[in-house]
């Protein structure tokens, strides 16, 4: 019975949440709030919070990266979480999507920055931009074009002049084109951050690494914008506010305040989730957790959390990070990648949100109070309003197991595991702990589409090299991170059937195929009985590695390097210096196949016996409606990319998820607890956006690596997972 109205109560939550999300006209006053902009604004602080025009700030804030999403969603998805609670917007700038080659500028399609930000601004909500140029955000060399590994005697994020010089340009650009979106100016940008997590990283790179820390504070003082700079996890500069980045971090406030007593609590990164790998289970964050967290955080003293992420969409192209990190960059958010409610996710962040808010006012009217211990694991924390004469409190049971019963005030409280609760004038109003632990709602499809007439187009392996050496190239160097993919061709004495061969050292993913005829595919160290066809004597082996993402979070980045490295033996033999022929890119690659302008140029035929290295053509008709949220069910496949009128969707990967892990987060959440989906590919789902669909001819190309049955893709159409009454 309790479960029934359970489910009633979280219906009708639903409904008002969906409700919320699509009519903008149910918004608090979209026209009210936006004309607080216009006007400059004073952005200051002290310990307790940012103080804007006189008046301090609780800010609730959530990570939404714009081109993780097309410029039709940023809208819908801005509106939705303004309409959680949401006051501020945390994004990154990202360098490498923005300045592709060197001085030459890319601001076009979600690449739009600005228009972003206009719509922030028009909804009132206030924005963090952390610039970097270092961002990490599982996006592709955290940043980093990858023109600057090239620049001679660099040494990323060090006290190294070249490094420092490539830093500042791009740091100068876009700092000075978004100049008129400071609140300094008017607009809606609050906070800056310059470079991200570099305590993490700053003792390997000893006291160069400290001086450049340092010196990244003064040259983005230096940039003048009128609004305070931040720097996260870095906890040796005073010039800056110095930020925590964690699944909890009210611990951290003391420590914070001990050493930078006029700084506030900021929090910017509260991962309500996390990213997905491949092969991995999909990260799931149960909302109790995510809440318990962030009460935990206000009642220490906290005054900003972020969301990391709130919205986290789709990591378009080429540009996922590495190694092996999904297309899909859902994040268990409470906006899910297609930009709906996640529930009971969303829900409940609203309703918590709205109570926070509520009774700012008295938590901010003090310091945080000293927390009183009531009983075993449970504490509370007492705020009150001299001025108004109401309290607001967060009783705590910090616990991982056992429910406690303590009393407060004269009256009793039952207090569950890891949980807190929040008491207005001694009256509990919202338990973290209240949603039953059970699954979140599931992302559900509905096949809208099958294709008919496919072509299929395969690689020959009549290739055309580029280089030659003794040994296997680093890729890289040759590829220039234009292409995943580098093929390396030798040839090899065969002096046994079943003979072993070996790659112990490949960065990524190999494809190996003897003369033109696929023999198997391995990640990480590899080792792979030659099939009997492979007689005695002399052959051609051909392998191609592939490349899944440049890595993003590491030292050293400029010394990232990718492919097949010494030794590669058969059998005992040592093969690595039998002299390589290289080639970067496959030909429909360099044919253009996935572009609709130049896939006239081959031959498609009718596809049949699904071999490897296979290039696929749909074209199909579409009507496009306004509620259309549409993906590709890519069941049946491997591994590849997929295209939709020229626009690269991501990689593709239906490799199986494993590793999933009891949801036991009391006492601590880590993303190795609680993922979904183990025994079912990792991704299956890839969003394609409405922006980049036409009305009408469609055509999508997809590149098959290994073995793909193309006549089982469908279009799907993402259900949406309340009431249509809404729309
Ligand atoms: C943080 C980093 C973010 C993101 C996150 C994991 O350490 O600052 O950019 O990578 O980890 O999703």
């Not at 211990?373 to 616990?399: M, Q």
């Not at 003979?499 to 494809?511: C, E, F, K, R």
């Not at 001819?697 to 997809?702: F, G, P, S």
Request: proline share 6%; net charge negative; glycine share 8%.
């Amino acid at each position: 019975m309790y479960k029934n109205n359970y489910y009633y109560y979280l219906l009708l939550l639903i409904f008002v949440a969906g409700c919320f999300v699509v009519d903008a006209k149910s918004l608090d006053s979209v026209e009210t709030v936006a004309a607080k902009f216009g006007v400059p604004l004073n952005v200051s602080y002290d310990h307790r919070s940012l103080i804007i025009n006189g008046e301090r700030k609780l800010l609730l804030s959530a990570s939404i990266h714009y081109p993780r999403a097309t410029p039709s969603m940023w809208r819908p998805v801005l509106e939705a979480t303004k309409a959680a609670g949401i006051d501020l917007i945390e994004t990154y700038t990202f360098w490498n999507l923005h300045e592709p080659t060197p001085g030459t500028y890319n601001f076009e399609g979600n690449a739009n920055v600005t228009a972003f930000l206009d719509i922030c601004a028009e909804l009132g909500l206030y924005v963090t931009v952390r610039f970097g140029p270092y961002v990490c955000a599982e996006w592709n060399y955290g940043g980093f074009p990858f023109w600057l590994k090239e620049i001679d005697g660099i040494v990323f994020r060090d006290y190294n002049q070249p490094f420092m010089d490539q830093m500042s340009n791009w740091m100068t650009y876009i700092v000075n084109y978004l100049r008129p979106y400071y609140a300094s100016n008017g607009g809606p940008i609050i906070l800056a951050q310059v470079e991200n997590e570099y305590g993490w990283l700053e003792a390997a790179y000893g006291a160069s690494g400290t001086k450049y820390a340092l010196w990244a504070a003064q040259f983005a003082n230096s940039l003048d914008i009128g609004i305070p700079w931040i720097m996260c996890s870095q906890d040796d500069i005073a010039t800056v506010i110095n930020t925590c980045n964690g699944f909890y971090c009210h611990d951290w406030i003391d420590v914070h305040w001990t050493a930078y007593p006029n700084q506030p609590a900021f929090w910017t990164e509260n991962w309500p989730g996390w990213f997905q790998n491949w092969e991995g289970g999909v990260p799931h964050r149960p909302v109790q957790d995510v809440l318990y967290s962030v009460a935990r955080w206000i009642a220490y003293g906290g005054s900003m959390m972020n969301y990391y992420m709130w919205f986290g969409g789709t990591t378009f192209g080429r540009w996922t990070g590495g190694p092996f990190i999904t297309t899909s960059y859902d994040y268990d958010g409470a906006i899910d990648e297609y930009g709906y409610p996640y529930e009971p996710k969303y829900s409940q962040s609203l309703e918590f949100h709205t109570i926070i808010h509520a009774y700012e006012h008295i938590i901010l009217s003090m310091n945080p109070p000293k927390p009183i211990l009531l009983g075993e694991n449970v504490e509370i924390s007492h705020f009150y309003s001299v001025e108004t004469g109401e309290s607001f409190s967060f009783l705590a049971n910090f616990g991982a197991t056992g429910v406690q019963t303590v009393q407060w005030n004269g009256i009793t409280f039952k207090v569950q595991p890891w949980s807190v609760q929040l008491l207005y004038n001694n009256v509990s109003i919202f338990d973290t702990s209240a949603t039953p632990i059970g699954s979140p709602v599931p992302k559900q499809f509905t096949p809208i589409k099958s294709f008919e007439n496919i072509g299929q187009w395969s690689e020959s392996f009549d290739l055309t090299f580029t280089n030659y050496s003794e040994t296997p190239m680093e890729q890289l160097s040759l590829t220039r991170d234009q292409t995943d993919y580098l093929w390396y061709v030798t040839k090899i004495e065969v002096n046994r059937v079943g003979a072993q061969l070996s790659l112990p050292n490949i960065s990524d993913m190999v494809h190996v195929f003897v003369d033109n005829q696929y023999i198997a595919t391995g990640r990480g160290p590899t080792n792979i009985t030659l099939n009997s066809t492979i007689g005695v004597g002399g052959h051609t082996l051909q392998v191609l590695h592939t490349k899944v993402g440049l890595v993003n979070y590491a030292e050293h980045m400029e010394a990232t390097v990718a492919g097949i490295f010494e030794p590669v033996t058969l059998d005992s033999v040592d093969i690595s210096s039998n002299g390589w022929s290289m080639k970067p890119f496959v030909q429909g690659e360099t044919l253009q196949l996935y572009n609709p302008n130049h896939s006239g140029s081959v031959q498609w035929t009718n596809v049949t016996g699904n071999p490897p290295l296979t290039w696929y053509k749909f074209n199909f008709n579409l009507e496009l409606s306004s509620n259309m949220s549409l993906a590709l069910d890519m069941l049946g496949m491997t591994k590849g990319m997929i295209f939709v009128n020229g626009y690269n969707i991501g990689r593709y990967w239906l490799a199986l998820a494993y590793g999933c892990n009891p949801c036991t987060y009391q006492g601590g959440y880590s993303p190795s607890m609680c993922q979904l989906g183990c025994g079912e590919p990792s991704q299956q789902y890839y969003h394609v956006p409405t922006d980049w669909l036409m009305n009408g001819e469609n055509e999508i190309v997809i590149f098959e690596e290994v073995y793909g049955n193309p006549e089982a893709i469908t279009l799907v159409q993402r259900v949406i997972p309340y009431t249509n009454d809404c729309y």
